[in-house]
């Protein structure tokens, strides 16, 4: 055995000599030891932790269900933890704070006592830090900015740690409007992984997977962050073959030349080889090397197989010419800094993402559209709880339950934001649970809102009125409106945007004998007709203006009701109001032509339904299916449902409307609303029919008569539009294998078209996220609901079969494009921000009305049509997280794209600042104390309007699209 062991000793000893040899004689024939400097490589340890995908967050947090996936996150932190300690020269990274905080608040304050000297000492460091990793086409910025915030809060009050990195290395594309908010947030460096496969190689060619990226063309200097592609994906490396991945059985390193099978000069070759390559497209001797990947470090395998890795090449860094060391994306960011070079300067996104020829990941933009509208309505729930608390609390009001109250939703809507949750790429039962949690949220903010409206109306100390919510009025259904008439029903409308509006209504009831009582007791004008959704019931229409963050009260009670009969549609048929005439042909039955405001004659729009055919990835091109994540159609033309759908028609004095049925699972209703210049156009799809064996991928269409020469625009996250060009990418060459799903792109707020000679512009409003295309100039398509059959590949392992109806509202406007902008601006946060109803019961209008306040408004003049108040929301330590928002883009409109002033000294009724501090974006940093890396960039272009003042005497000052956030203390 002795001898065995010496000779197999000497065997590896020959070896070792042999390769030292062989890598100096090649250096002598080069003309030196390494014709490039010593590379250092930045190992980054760490996991990626999705917040719910196959699993629920809470499966995934606890290891349940593992013969789905072998993942279990608190024992990945536990590994970690113990690992940091045994190892001061280890580092490791963390994202995710929403598993995060569950594993924290089962510590003893001795192990949350080691984990903060680790977070102190730069061992353990969080990176991004927000509750999750966010998707990025179908989310729009104010729930960004909400689920960060609540990550770097907690990091803020735990650590006193502010993180400085963005790490999006899953998301399937990404948004200017992302690298914008990381930049206001005073993030250094975006780290990005995927990008489309033909813009990569094109980087790959030039250098430039590291970039400065202005995420802002309005905010312009300000928001531009240094920008780091990463060179493969997040994982570890395996282009050559891997070799790395030892938690996932790749040999381990032996480096003890007693025992066989040593192979440390194999793995540090290997390594060697992956660092070349990757140094040969980065312009810094700098390399990023990821260490984990999915749900890794459930035990010690990497580090203990990657610290004999480091000591070995280290030992021999004449050989290898590495630096090798663990380190995380500052510490690499840092060392490029330092090198002190210009970077290109990118202004564009990167949508849609493909990772082959036919393999477009446009499908999300669409995929549970159920899913998506109700968080982004629970978005404006949040938003609406925190006006709330934040301007009607009253002597009664118990604080801290109702901000425990508010965290339950806001924590689950945090949740929602991760890029498996709203992209709708999650498996079935995670969906539903990602739902549950929301809905139990949303029930301990109802709670909460009841108790407010009923403390808040009743200053008279009369008998407290109880309130109740309509979840499913858009079925249709209310339980509160099925007591009338046998008792009059009070409704709260509860405004939290900071501009009064004009809301239109339709209600259900059991009677058309209704009337509608005003907040002053006068009749409000209404009309009466048959519920289309629910024959022998009625739907009562009529218009209340509600004051800015404040309420209105309109009450339900017996009386002689305008009563409007509902006709079928015969011959063309014209609805109209003061901004509008829609004319629907007698021989197609849809809509032909309309005419708006201003314009000299009728413009031809037809508006119909179609379905793409889902691929089930079997055609001579491609394997590719459509799925979850994918979009993919056999053919390049869409299918119609009818040629001529079964119109019914309702013309009244408040709304006049035209209900259409494509097909059993397709209708809509058009409505023009008087006074209002907007079409509204509310749609029901599903459930998707798949008896003949086809996926189906739901679209309206508008086509018109525009020249709109191959493009159109899409909002990105609902902050500034980009423009969209088809078949056409702006910094490389698109290969156009797929002209339906290239042309693709993620549409939150809104997307229009133009015709510069025709002087007008078309937009769809959305109330969630969605896909939109231009495949024929004229045309404007939006998808609206899919169901797919086969799994696309992607790792769901399930296709997206959804049997889901959705109710689906959108905001067509037609205008001049120089005043497009002053229109379908704020209606887009008038869509997504809807008023909330609070039902009470009452003997009658007039006894209500005589006991409790029945309007009320919190501010002493409305905002500025271009400023929106964004968040107005009681901290736990009192003071008032307050975020004001310009929301108009450089040249929109000549009046509402100028800078703009707000004196918040007088803005409040009954609140009167005291203290007022500027922070970031996220208020875990005084704006005072940022100091940002200052990069180089070619051809850098500084804002297009000068920078806001800073805070002088409670004066907020806001440039176009600038976001300022304040933290204030009120009396």
């Known amino acids: 055995q002795f001898l065995g062991l010496a000779f197999r000793r000497k065997i590896n000893m020959c070896k070792s000599a042999w390769l030292a040899i062989a890598a100096v004689t090649v250096a002598f024939l080069s003309g030196c030891v390494h014709s490039r400097p010593i590379i250092n490589v930045h190992v980054v340890a760490h996991t990626h932790d999705d917040v719910g995908w196959l699993k629920t967050v809470d499966e995934y947090y606890v290891g349940m269900n593992q013969s789905i996936q072998d993942a279990g996150v608190q024992y990945i932190i536990d590994e970690v933890v113990d690992a940091l300690i045994a190892n001061p020269a280890r580092k490791f990274i963390y994202v995710e704070i929403a598993f995060f905080i569950r594993w924290w608040q089962q510590q003893t304050p001795y192990r949350q006592n080691q984990v903060r000297q680790l977070v102190s000492s730069g061992q353990l460091e969080f990176i991004n830090g927000g509750w999750c990793m966010n998707d990025e086409a179908n989310v729009d910025y104010t729930a960004i900015i909400d689920q960060m915030t609540d990550g770097h809060q907690f990091l803020l009050n735990e650590f006193g740690f502010r993180p400085r990195i963005g790490w999006h290395v899953d998301p399937f594309g990404h948004a200017n409007t992302q690298a914008s908010i990381f930049a206001q947030m005073g993030f250094d460096a975006f780290f990005p992984g995927r990008i489309d496969y033909g813009d990569r190689a094109n980087r790959y060619n030039q250098q430039t997977l590291e970039f400065m990226w202005q995420g802002s063309q309005s905010l312009g200097k300000s928001t531009q962050i240094f920008t780091h592609v990463l060179y493969n994906d997040y994982c570890y490396p395996r282009e050559l073959g891997g070799g ?194 929301l809905a139990i949220g949303s029930t301990a903010v109802e709670g909460f ?66 009337q509608v009582i005003g907040a002053n007791g006068s009749a409000i004008p209404s009309q009466v007709f048959a519920n289309p959704s629910a024959p022998g019931t009625f739907i009562v229409a009529f218009s209340a203006t509600i004051p800015p963050v404040g309420f209105t009260t309109f009450i339900l009670q017996a009386g002689s009701g305008n009563f409007v009969e509902t006709s079928r549609m015969a011959g063309d048929t014209t609805i109209s109001n003061e901004f509008y005439t829609l004319t629907f042909s007698a021989s197609t039955g849809r809509l032909a032509s309309v005419q708006f405001a201003g314009s000299a004659k009728p413009i031809a729009v037809d508006q119909n339904y179609f379905w793409w055919n889902s691929s089930a990835g079997n055609n001579v091109n491609s394997s590719q299916a459509s799925g979850a994540y994918a979009f993919r159609s056999n053919g390049t033309a869409p299918l119609a449902f009818s040629d001529s759908p079964q119109s019914t028609v309702v013309t009244g004095p408040v709304v006049s409307q035209v209900h259409q049925v494509f097909y059993g699972w397709v209708s809509h209703v058009i409505r023009l609303w008087a006074g209002s210049n907007r079409i509204e156009v509310e749609a029901t799809v599903g459930p998707i029919d798949i008896s003949d064996g086809l996926g189906k991928e739901v679209i309206s269409k508008w086509s018109t008569s525009l020249d709109t020469k191959q493009l159109w625009w899409t909002d990105s996250e609902g902050a500034e539009y980009q423009r969209r060009q088809r078949n056409f990418r702006p910094t490389w060459t ?125 501010l002493t003049q409305p905002l500025p049509a271009n400023v929106h108040l964004l968040t107005l929301k009681t901290m736990p330590d009192g003071r008032v997280l307050l975020r004001l928002n310009h929301i108009f883009a450089v040249g929109e409109d000549a009046q509402l794209s100028q800078p703009v002033s707000i004196d918040v000294s007088s803005l409040f009724v009954n609140l009167t600042p005291i203290e007022m501090q500027e922070t970031t974006l996220t208020a875990n940093r005084p704006l005072t104390e940022l100091n940002r890396l200052a990069w180089n960039a070619d051809g850098s272009s500084a804002a297009k309007t000068e920078p806001a003042a800073p805070l002088k005497d409670f004066v907020v000052q806001l440039a176009p699209q600038q976001i300022r956030t304040f933290l204030v203390r009120f009396e």
């Open 734 to 858: 698109l290969n156009v294998t797929d002209p339906v799903t290239l042309n693709y792109y993620p549409m939150n707020y809104g997307a229009f078209i133009q015709d510069s000679t025709a002087n007008v512009q078309l937009t769809v409003l959305t109330d969630r996220s969605r896909g939109a295309t231009s495949l024929n100039d004229g045309e404007l398509e939006t998808m609206l609901h899919r169901r797919c059959l086969y799994d696309d590949g992607y790792g769901v392992g399930e296709p997206l079969n959804e049997t889901t109806v959705i109710r689906t509202k959108q905001y067509v406007e037609l205008a001049a494009p120089s005043a497009a902008a002053a229109v379908h601006r704020p209606d887009s946060f008038r869509l997504n921000n809807p008023v909330q109803l609070a039902f009470s019961t009452a003997a009658n209008a007039q006894g209500w009305l005589s006991s409790y306040t029945a309007t009320y408004t919190a």
């Open 244 to 437: 790395f991945a030892w938690e996932w059985g790749d040999d381990p390193v032996q480096d003890d030349d007693r025992l066989t099978n040593y192979n440390a000069e194999d793995v540090a070759q290997a390594m060697l080889a992956h660092v070349e390559g990757r140094y040969k497209v980065y312009r810094t001797p700098n390399i990023l090397f990821p260490l984990g990947c999915d749900f890794q470090f459930q035990d010690n395998t990497n580090y203990k197989n990657m610290d004999k890795l480091i000591a070995y090449v280290n030992a021999h860094q004449d050989v290898y010419g590495l630096n090798v060391f663990y380190s995380t994306p500052s510490i690499y960011v840092d060392y490029v800094y330092a090198a002190n070079i210009s970077w290109t300067l990118n202004t564009d996104d990167f949508f849609p993402y493909s990772s082959g020829p036919y393999n477009t990941w446009s499908g999300y933009f669409v995929s549970r559209s159920a899913l998506k509208g109700y968080i982004r309505s629970r978005t404006a729930l949040l938003h609406l709880a925190d006006a709330v608390l934040t301007t009607t609390a009253t002597a009664a009001t118990n604080t801290t339950d109702a901000l425990e109250r508010i965290q339950t939703l806001s924590y689950a809507h945090s949740v929602a934001q991760h890029h498996d949750a709203v992209a709708g790429t999650e498996k079935q039962h995670v969906a539903d649970d990602y739902a549950q949690r």
């Open 449 to 514: 809102l009841a108790d407010s409206f009923s403390a808040f109306i009743n200053p008279k100390g009369h008998a407290a009125p109880s309130f109740q919510f309509c979840p499913l009025l858009n079925e249709s259904l209310c339980p509160a409106t099925q007591a009338f008439p046998a008792s009059a029903v009070p409704i709260v409308a509860y405004n939290h945007l900071g501009w009064p509006r004009t809301e239109n209504f339709q209600l259900p009831v059991n009677t058309q004998n209704v």
